[in-house]
């Protein structure tokens, strides 16, 4: 059930209303690990970028279709948020069959993030700090420049390194169009250790 329209105020900047709040909790839930997020809100949707010490950055993309209803007065919004309080806010109903609708709304710089959640006809209203975004590293790279590139199941990824040695303060990654196309091996107390996965 989407949330009424009448507790829609047309002048957020942000409005996004979807039937089932869980379906954005679980894709947060995958790059949940640091608990400051920047969201980047344009007219094909949310993106929301989780970034640790300038090295590592985790992006999760949310399109507008996913949503019932989708608006965005401005041609684009840029927060952080806390992600843990976020997260609790999505599953302040705990894990019921029921859907809980939830309306996302954001009216710019220095404003709240509000939610409505409802489930059941009991509706939580949640207003969570934004911040100033930090400035988030530019992970683009050209095409043209692209020497390899691999898209795998995380799960064979995740069994191959679940083989290596942990000791090992060296991982070398080999990508071939020659069998083997892709090999991890360490190099570590344990002696060296190879993973090699085929197409």
């Not at 869980?22 to 947060?28: A, D, E, K, W």
Request: aromatic share 8%.
């Amino acid at each position: 059930m989407v949330l009424r329209s009448q507790t829609v105020d047309e002048d957020f900047a942000l409005n996004a209303c979807i039937e089932n709040a869980r379906n954005v909790s679980h894709i947060l839930k995958a790059i949940h690990f640091k608990d400051t997020a920047t969201i980047f809100a344009t007219e094909n949707g949310l993106k929301v970028t989780v970034e640790d010490s300038k090295c590592i950055q985790a992006n999760a993309f949310i399109q507008d279709q996913v949503f019932q209803e989708y608006s965005i007065r401005d041609e684009a919004l840029t927060f952080q948020i806390n992600l843990d309080i976020l997260q609790e806010c999505l599953s302040i109903f705990g894990s019921t069959n029921s859907a809980t609708s939830m309306r996302m709304m954001y009216n710019g710089y220095g404003t709240p993030l509000v939610l409505t959640l409802e489930e059941d006809g009991a509706v939580t209203d949640c207003s969570i700090k934004t911040m100033e975004p930090d400035d988030i590293l530019d992970f683009e790279f050209s095409a043209a420049n692209v020497v390899d590139k691999i898209i795998m199941k995380a799960e064979c990824l995740r069994e191959a390194f679940n083989e290596m040695d942990v000791t090992s303060e060296v991982l070398q990654i080999t990508m071939s169009p020659h069998p083997p196309h892709f090999r991890l091996a360490t190099f570590g107390l344990l002696g060296q250790s190879h993973v090699s996965l085929f197409a």
